[in-house]
């Protein structure tokens, strides 16, 4: 059947934004102020009524409506694109369900809690001919593809070790405390660093070896409180991460090379300002990046993702960072949950990756202020 993701003559790409959580409502939705060039807002989906009713007034959105009017909604408000931003666990459903319609899928990270579901999204939307991103925002974002480039010039040597820790106190009842849900540190937190790693060394990890802390405390009875976990690469490099969601907030990565050392504080944009540090033969360079003052850095990245994805929609290119990207962390996170059960080393088979985020990502919008939200505080206590 004709699908309105057939039509790339258009100017702008309809876009049904599919959960209404913290996430959607502090970032991606006020986004759309910023990717007006060819990006439209254009449906709401949620099981909340009150969220439908009042950011549906709030944004000028008429067509509203819950997961099960999903297929309905599209066709009426001629919908292009999902924007999923709902709990890992309902991922792959939703990209099937968009791929039978015809409709382009930019799906929040993880991409999904099971390696077989993130191979399930590829092929769907591969079979139905869509498009299918995963919503990497730092990919898009100055600082961390600053530090990309300056490892990939060889300035600190050889990168040899990357050290990583990202930790919140998360918010009793948050749909991150869900293990069914796909919550937990590693999932919600660890895949940063993972991430960070990955593309830093340019490279996928060949071993982990973990270990999970399940805390008496009642937010986490059924998810890890904290990872810790080694991945060893190729060649002898080594990356440590450290995800907890029972600690203070913490958002850093050092990479240690041959001749020097990067470090970047609030490496992953939950301050409002991320400060890169380069050491090399004993003197260190501080770069600041983005003084935002109150607003969030996490909102700045958010507009170029949607600007990227409708582009290549409209012109039919690549996509980048695409659905084997989400792929690769998955393995990575399904790997360490095994380790940690096994009390063992878990390998992951040789896996081939040859696109890798690089500065010709990056793209520069407003960041928005702040956001009042309905029925979604944020994750953090």
């Given amino acids: 059947m004709p699908t309105h993701a057939a039509k790339t003559e258009q100017r702008k790409i309809r876009y049904a934004v599919v959960g209404l959580g913290n996430i959607a409502q502090v970032a991606v939705l006020p986004a759309f102020a910023h990717a007006k060039e060819n990006s439209e807002l254009v449906a709401l989906v949620s099981s909340d009524a009150e969220k439908l009713r009042v950011l549906g007034e709030k944004y000028g959105v008429e067509h509203l409506g819950s997961y099960d009017e999903l297929e ?20 792959r459903d939703l990209t099937e369900r968009a791929a039978h319609l015809g409709v382009h899928v930019l799906c929040e990270k993880p991409m999904a809690v099971t390696v077989e579901d993130c191979e399930a999204m590829i092929a769907a939307t591969a079979a139905a001919k869509v498009k299918l991103m995963i919503a990497y925002r730092l990919h898009f974002e100055e600082a961390n593809l600053t530090a990309i480039d300056r490892v990939r010039s060889g300035i600190i040597g050889e990168p040899r070790i990357f050290s990583s820790v990202f930790s919140q106190q998360v918010r009793e009842g948050d749909i991150r405390t869900r293990g069914e849900m796909g919550g937990g540190a590693i999932y919600d937190m660890g895949i940063y660093c993972i991430n960070a790693a990955r593309y830093l060394f340019r490279d996928e990890p060949l071993e982990v070896f973990a270990t999970q802390m399940k805390d008496t405390d009642a937010r986490f009875h059924n998810i890890d409180a904290a990872t810790t976990a080694i991945l060893r690469f190729s060649g002898g490099r080594i990356a440590q991460i450290t995800a907890s969601q029972s600690s203070s907030d913490v958002s850093e990565y050092r990479i240690i090379g041959t001749k020097g050392d990067l470090r970047m504080d609030a490496a992953y944009g939950y301050s409002s300002e991320l400060t890169q540090y380069l050491t090399i033969d004993g003197k260190t360079k501080k770069t600041t990046y983005s003084k935002r003052d109150q607003f969030a850095p996490e909102l700045v990245q958010f507009a170029p993702e949607l600007v990227q994805f409708s582009s290549a929609i409209l012109d039919g290119s690549e996509i980048e960072p695409n659905g084997e990207e989400g792929l690769c962390d998955v393995r990575v996170l399904e790997a360490i949950v095994k380790s940690a059960a096994t009390g063992s080393p878990a390998r992951l088979a040789p896996f081939e990756r040859s696109d890798r985020p690089s500065p010709r990502l990056e793209m520069k919008k407003p960041a928005v202020g702040k956001i009042e939200t309905v029925h979604a505080p944020s994750p953090s206590k």
Avoid: S
Avoid at 80 to 89: G, Q, R
């Fill in 72 to 91: 309905t909604l599209v066709r009426a408000a001629g919908v292009d694109a999902l924007y999923i931003a709902v709990p890992n666990a309902m991922h």
